[in-house]
C-alpha cells in the first residue's frame, strides 16, 4: 500500500484517549482482511462494546471483497462505535470516514488510526455525527460523495430513529449503496425496517443465526 502522500488529514484532532473503564482484558482481539485487530472497549457506553452485528459486517466485507470491491472508495461508517468495521474497510482499500457522538470520538479514534497506520492505502478520518443535526453544514451534499454508507445494529434500544432515518437519505446518492447489519429485537425497532423500505429498495444479502445483513441500494 502507498502510505506516504496518499494519506487525507484526520477531521478531529482529539486528545489521547484514556477509557474510564475497561473491560477484563485492555483489548479484544479480532482478525479480518489479513491483520489482528486490537479494539478497545469501555463498558461504560454501551456505544463503546462491539456489537455481534459488527462483526458480521466484517465478515461480510472480507468475504464479499471482490463483489464489493472498497478500493479507493468512498465510504461513511455511521454510528460506527468502536470503528471495527470501518478498519475493516480501510484495510481493505477504503477512504473511510468513521463517524459517532462526540463522547465516543476518542475511542473512535484511537481503536482506527492505532489499526490502520501503515496498513491502510488510506489514512481513515474521524468525524462527528449527531444524526439529524447539521447535516448539509458538516457534510454538505454538493461535496459529500459516499460511495458506501455502514451501519451495524444502529437502531438497538435507539430513540433517535427519524433522525437517523433523515441522516441516511442526507447521505446517500443514487449511486450509494447501504450495507447495514442489524439483529432484530424490539417491535420498535422491527418496524423501522419498513419505514425504511418507502425510501430504499431492500435485498437479503445473509441471514445469520445471530444477526440479519442488508443491502439498500438508493
Not at 451495524?152 to 449511486?175: G, I, M, Q, R, S
Request: negative net charge; proline residues 4%; glycine residues 4%.
Amino acid at each position: 500500500p502507498d502510505n506516504s502522500s496518499a494519506f487525507s488529514p484526520v477531521c478531529h484532532n482529539l486528545r489521547r484517549f484514556f477509557p474510564t473503564v475497561i473491560t477484563h482484558k485492555a483489548w479484544e482481539g479480532f482478525h479480518f482482511a489479513g491483520h489482528e485487530i486490537r479494539i478497545t472497549e469501555a463498558t461504560d457506553c454501551y456505544g463503546a462494546v462491539v456489537w455481534p452485528s459488527a462483526l458480521v459486517l466484517c465478515h461480510f466485507l472480507e468475504t464479499n471483497s471482490k463483489q464489493y470491491n472498497l478500493v479507493d472508495k468512498n465510504v461513511i461508517e455511521i454510528g460506527a462505535g468502536t470503528g471495527l468495521v470501518s478498519v475493516v474497510a480501510s484495510l481493505l482499500g477504503a477512504l473511510v470516514t468513521a463517524t459517532d457522538l462526540p463522547e465516543l470520538l476518542g475511542n473512535l479514534q484511537h481503536n482506527v488510526l492505532q489499526n490502520t497506520k501503515l496498513k491502510s492505502k488510506h489514512r481513515p478520518c474521524v468525524k462527528e455525527l449527531s444524526w439529524g443535526i447539521d447535516l448539509e453544514k458538516n457534510f454538505p451534499r454538493a461535496s459529500c460523495h459516499f460511495d458506501y454508507i455502514m451501519a451495524a445494529d444502529v437502531v438497538y434500544h435507539h430513540p433517535f430513529l427519524d433522525e437517523l432515518l433523515l441522516t441516511f437519505d442526507h447521505l446517500c446518492k443514487n449511486d450509494t449503496v447501504i450495507l447495514w447489519a442489524m439483529k432484530f429485537r424490539l417491535d420498535k425497532e422491527n418496524q423501522f425496517v419498513g419505514r425504511f423500505q418507502t425510501l430504499f429498495d431492500l435485498e437479503v444479502l445473509s441471514n445469520f443465526p445471530i444477526s440479519l445483513l442488508y443491502l439498500w441500494d438508493v
